[in-house]
């Protein structure tokens, strides 16, 4: 299918004729040159800010533009065989405008206030949902006080019917657009759906709007005496039939974004509704509905089950497969319940395994997430957070997250960060689990068998602590260290001085709430770092008991088959990458061509937004984001199939696997391979996991849970600087004796060597980098002198000197093998030095004086003559760096260069 195809594939219709609407003059420009750059943050609008009232007559062409209709720029190439579906949705909402409105007069924070201006597609998508649920359930119909035609009822509510646009009573009302209260409670839910869609509508719009501000008051088309008014005047004039013909008309994609939007929103809200419908008799028997039996109301669906369906958020994790997303329902009995839009049979068939796993001598029963799988979709039960009681049920806690922390490794699940656990009492309640037998990502491939390593431990989980950093300060996302409230590492966009004419976007720290993640006792969050010994003893009692109990896993008939069909998640790549690039891609500049917009979205297929992990999804990663989707692919356990939201096969993406047959069992003990499920995979998730349960011993968990104490160390809190206490008593000291200083350090080298990852002729080892002086990160470790490889190179060679012992030359060599390459790549990327820094600890300076330490102990001529190369790059980071400490800066590259100079005489030292 070519690429435009499968861009803009889906309904059209023929050409329709062009669009008169009655409205009144409008002044607002089209025009715009801003550099305003996109990104708002979520915000709440309000939904009572304008009412319709009597205006003029004027008439606006609403057709063809340049001789070609009006939307064909929003089309990907510029041609199309008929009217898409979504151009005749927004001609449909833009006519169905009032001709005038009347904005209240008080504050609109963030986007708020540009409520109104959407609202004509607001209340177009919700008719258009009132016609579906009254088709799935006659009883809906008729119990909704339908919204007045041609959109007067617009974002307000008007006494007396509309025609032609105008309120025949004059009576307009400030609120939100209601229905008659009914039993069912669907008021109350389709006033949900409009606000949450006028947010989202808002957000795609907020750009273009607010450079058509700019623009509308640079060139002194606003009335007004301050801001504010000004700011409503520009509202009006953009929320009427007019005003709003121009501004569709003027960016067609940012038309097709928005009926995008709300056709996808509708869609899957009331495909939600249909399917409640259907499985209410099924709700209260399995369980997730809680401690609620229910009640036998009718509502959505008329059938036993909860009682009215009075409230749905929607959007509780990311939209996928045109719109479709998490949702939380309300009921007016007090229950809640949780409607996931995929498959649920992967999270029944864990809740199988966890209950056996709970039964097994040693290992802590954990609490289960109940579910309601149907095939396509599922309901899940709402887990509440609530607190410990004592402190004995806090240590409880996180010695069951280390036993799940160890099935969950087993299973090699993936993405479970602080949004998919919830904390209830003494138990971690899992809420997600789509990334199980997820595949290996590209450290996997790695040429660094410390990232190899680090990729296929616990860390992969997304349990342990991992911090996403930004320039001054970072974060930490996981599901034990995560959850706080802090500031975001990144900036994101945010308005100032919104709701005037002087609003503009601003990059800003946004800001993360409190999570659910962390159990509290007393009021106050658990501090992790504190239970480090009850996670991993709880660990160390899972991994012991699968590993003992393995042989009920394995095989044909055993519990991991039961996963073999399941539909399972694959993340080629960061959600980050996706949403910010949706966010990004909303420029004015991108609103008016299709074909421009799609140039952006296709910097996926460069190396600007990364590689992905599994080549071969680009075309359906930009289809899927012109659906307003953040892309999600999936696979089975039991197959090498890979396909797209869509539902599309993806050609040519299965990550390279050997054969089953040829998958081979590695011993854990040859740290060279690292676990078994290293390379020595087979075709399936499901092989790799059944190669890494065989290979499960003592070693593999020894190593495990050194991980695991390695990365509880970045939640620590800081420690305090305290002065040194006086009158401390003196006493001699005594040398030791030059043999007991050797074995010791023997003792060092030797743990060295042994916690090393080696691949082919390489070593490395995972290690904590210090960020900011503030933060420790586990990683593979760079080049670096204090934190690197070079560093514990530099010892084994200086300890080989003194034994004469091969094995410490031969790891201080393999450490160093990457250097080569390493220097390679810093002289293509000269504009970069000045960052590195030539200091002696975390800079160049120090890399190139232990290479000519190494080569000098070890008589190894190759190696000093790296020497020359880490010289030269030194001095030319010296030259543009601005630091002058000794760590990173050019003190401590002077006294490395001096070093290198006396040891060897080079003069460019």
């Not at 979709?377 to 806690?397: M, N």
């Not at 009920?552 to 519990?559: C, P, S």
């Not at 420029?587 to 074909?595: F, G, N, S, V, Y």
Request: proline content about 7%; charged content about 20%; overall charge neutral.
């Amino acid at each position: 299918m070519a690429e435009k195809d499968l861009i803009d594939r889906g309904t059209t219709r023929r050409p329709a004729p062009a669009v008169s609407v009655v409205s009144a003059p409008s002044s607002a420009s089209s025009s715009s040159s801003s550099s305003v750059t996109p990104a708002p943050s979520p915000v709440t609008p309000a939904a009572s800010s304008v009412t319709p009232v009597v205006s003029g007559t004027a008439t606006v062409a609403f057709g063809d533009t340049a001789g070609q209709p009006w939307w064909l720029p929003g089309v990907v190439g510029g041609s199309a065989s008929g009217e898409p579906g979504w151009a005749v949705f927004a001609r449909e909402a833009v006519a169905s405008a009032p001709c005038d409105v009347v904005v209240a007069d008080r504050a609109y924070p963030g986007l708020s206030g540009f409520g109104p201006v959407v609202a004509p597609f607001v209340e177009a998508a919700t008719r258009r949902l009132r016609d579906a649920l009254a088709e799935d359930d006659p009883a809906v119909n008729g119990s909704v006080n339908s919204p007045a035609v041609n959109g007067s009822a617009v974002n307000g509510s008007v006494n007396g019917r509309a025609v032609d646009g105008r309120a025949v009573d004059g009576r307009a009302v400030d609120g939100p657009a209601t229905e008659a209260p009914v039993a069912d409670g669907s008021s109350a839910v389709l006033a949900d759906f409009r606000r949450q869609l006028t947010g989202r509508l808002s957000r795609i719009a907020g750009r273009t709007l607010v450079t058509e501000l700019y623009e509308a008051r640079r060139l002194g088309r606003l009335r007004g005496e301050g801001p504010e008014e000004r700011f409503r005047d520009f509202v009006r004039r953009t929320a009427r039939r007019d005003g709003l013909a121009l501004l569709v008309t003027g960016y067609p994609v940012l038309a097709r974004l928005l009926a995008t939007a709300c056709l996808n929103a509708g869609d899957a809200f009331a495909e939600m509704a249909a399917r409640l419908a259907a499985d209410r008799h099924l709700l209260a028997p399995s369980g997730v509905l809680g401690d609620r039996a229910g009640s036998p109301e009718g509502g959505l669906g008329g059938n036993a089950g909860p009682g009215a369906l009075t409230g749905v958020e929607a959007g509780a994790g990311d939209s996928h497969r045109g719109g479709r997303s998490v949702m939380l329902l309300r009921f007016a009995d007090g229950a809640r319940l949780v409607y996931k839009p995929r498959p649920l049979a992967a999270h029944r068939h864990f809740n199988t395994l966890a209950q056996w796993f709970g039964s097994l001598p040693g290992a802590p029963e954990l609490r289960v997430l109940r579910v309601l799988d149907r095939g396509d979709y599922g309901w899940a039960e709402f887990v509440e957070e609530r607190p410990c009681s004592t402190a004995a049920e806090t240590r409880q806690f996180y010695r069951r997250q280390g036993a799940l922390l160890a099935l969950l490794h087993t299973l090699d699940g993936t993405d479970l960060h602080h949004e998919n656990l919830i904390a209830c009492g003494p138990h971690p309640v899992l809420v997600d689990v789509e990334t199980l037998f997820h595949p290996p990502l590209g450290p996997a491939r790695s040429a660094d068998p410390a990232a190899r390593a680090l990729h296929d431990s616990v860390h992969r989980v997304g349990l342990l602590p991992q911090l996403l950093v930004g320039d001054t300060t970072a974060l930490d996302m996981s599901a034990i260290g995560g959850g706080r409230a802090a500031s975001s590492p990144i900036e994101t966009a945010d308005w100032a001085e919104a709701g005037t004419d002087r609003m503009r976007l601003v990059r800003r720290a946004g800001r993360f709430t409190e999570s659910a993640n962390r159990p509290r006792l007393g009021g106050v969050a658990a501090a992790p770092s504190a239970y480090t010994d009850a996670l991993c003893g709880g660990f160390r009692a899972g991994y012991t008991a699968i590993s003992e109990h393995r042989a009920e896993l394995l095989g044909d008939d055993g519990l991991l088959r039961l996963f073999a069909r399941d539909e399972v998640r694959v993340v080629p790549r960061p959600t980050w990458t996706y949403t910010t690039l949706l966010d990004e891609s909303t420029h004015p500049d991108l609103m008016r061509d299709a074909t421009e917009r799609h140039r952006v979205l296709s910097l996926l297929r460069t190396p600007l937004l990364g590689v992905p992990a599994l080549p071969g999804v680009e075309d359906e990663e930009v289809a899927e984001l012109w659906s307003g989707d953040v892309p999600v692919f999936g696979t089975r356990p039991g197959s090498t199939e890979l396909w797209s939201g869509t539902g599309r096969t993806v050609a040519g993406a299965a990550p390279d696997r050997p054969s089953y047959d040829t998958a081979r069992e590695r011993s854990p003990h040859d740290r060279a391979a690292g676990p078994a499920a290293g390379d020595a995979i087979g075709p399936t998730g499901l092989a790799r996991v059944e190669a890494k349960v065989r290979a499960m011993d003592t070693v593999d968990r020894q190593d495990q849970e050194r991980i695991i104490r390695a990365a509880m160390v970045s939640t620590s809190p800081e420690p305090p600087h305290r002065a040194a206490p006086g009158g401390r008593s003196r006493s001699a000291a005594t040398a030791p004796e030059p043999e007991q200083l050797l074995s010791a350090a023997r003792s060092v080298g030797d743990q060295l060597v042994s916690l090393a990852y080696r691949h082919g002729s390489r070593t490395n080892w995972i290690g904590l980098e210090l960020l900011g002086e503030r933060y420790w990160r586990l990683t593979p470790m760079a080049a670096d002198l204090a934190g690197g490889y070079t560093g514990p190179a530099l010892f084994l060679a200086q300890l080989a000197a003194l034994t004469g012992a091969s094995r410490y030359a031969e790891a201080a060599r393999e450490a160093l093998t990457p250097v080569p390459g390493l220097l390679d790549a810093l002289h293509g990327r000269a504009d970069e030095l000045g960052s590195l820094g030539s200091g002696a600890f975390a800079g160049l300076g120090g890399i190139a004086y232990a290479l000519t330490e190494v080569g000098t102990l070890l008589g190894d001529r190759e190696v000093l003559d790296l020497a020359g190369p880490a010289v030269r790059l030194s001095c030319a980071a010296g030259a543009a760096e601005d630091g002058y400490g000794v760590r990173g800066g050019a003190a401590g590259g002077l006294v490395s260069l001096l070093a290198v100079h006396r040891a060897t005489g080079r003069p460019e030292a």
